[in-house]
């Protein structure tokens, strides 16, 4: 079962985590300019990052929710080194990753944050990469708590088991799982997401007319093979969301182009 059993490189759908660490921090609000250079050299080694297809991102120092719009790769790098690992590990397991316990009641494959990044690491660990790897459901649960107003509740597999003439006997009661953000900062974030799924954003594609879809995606390198995953994390609708999901594509590319349509249609399916 590979939405439960299995971990992905997250990619760029991370720089959810990166972001609310950041708004949490008072590092930057959603409209507060980041620095987003075209490359950015990872420190103390010759290694330049780059933004997806070598672009620029808006004019090099966009506000914080265009940078993560554009999912400048850059900038949350940038915001990565600034915030430290410890930090980002912290807001990570505060969504789940870590957790070796979980169950739903299915056990779950622990989601990770690296152990001890140096400098270059950490950087691409904010945008998903270096070992960061989670489960399409830890992908699924970032949205479910930014969607529950930061408040995130423990996922189970079996609403309800009943005997054949239909007698209940057994039933999921829902409990809270943890709180990652406060409300402030869920709020910032649904907005940026929905941002995202506006034309011109990385996840237009999720978008459902009518519906204020909420969205990040990911394209995610595989250092195994060398074929890209492509991965998007949405809710909707945005002001008082019924559903979250989790889409991990095995080698399918883009995100953006991939993953967020499928994302679509799984919440048109819901809605």
Excluded at 41 to 59: I, K
Excluded at 211 to 229: L, S
């Amino acid at each position: 079962n590979r939405a439960v059993e299995r971990t992905y490189p997250p990619g760029s759908a991370f720089k959810a985590i990166t972001a609310a660490a950041a708004l949490a921090a008072g590092m930057a609000a959603p409209a507060d300019e980041v620095p987003a250079p075209r490359t950015l050299r990872l420190p103390g080694t010759d290694v330049r990052l780059r933004n997806f297809g070598g672009r620029p991102c808006g004019d090099g120092t966009p506000p914080l929710a265009q940078a993560f719009l554009l999912s400048c790769n850059t900038a949350f790098a940038r915001l990565g080194l600034r915030l430290g690992a410890a930090r980002l590990r912290e807001q990570a397991e505060a969504f789940g990753f870590g957790d070796a316990e979980l169950t739903v009641p299915l056990p779950v494959a622990r989601s990770v944050f690296p152990a001890e990044p140096d400098r270059p690491q950490t950087a691409l660990a904010a945008i998903g990469q270096y070992d960061v790897r989670a489960t399409p459901l830890a992908i699924a649960m970032i949205s479910a708590a930014i969607g529950n107003g930061g408040t995130l509740m423990r996922p189970y597999l079996v609403q309800e088991v009943r005997l054949a003439d239909g007698t209940l006997i057994e039933e999921a009661r829902p409990t809270v799982y943890g709180t990652p953000v406060d409300p402030v900062v869920a709020g910032r974030l649904a907005a940026m997401m929905v941002m995202v799924t506006a034309p011109g954003g990385t996840g237009a594609r999720a978008a459902i007319p009518g519906v204020r879809v909420a969205a990040k995606t990911g394209t995610a390198e595989n250092a195994a093979d060398g074929e890209d995953h492509a991965v998007c994390t949405a809710f909707a609708p945005a002001d008082d969301p019924v559903a979250a999901v989790g889409v991990v594509v095995e080698h399918g590319g883009s995100g953006g182009r991939v993953a967020a349509p499928i994302a679509r249609a799984i919440l048109e399916a819901l809605l």
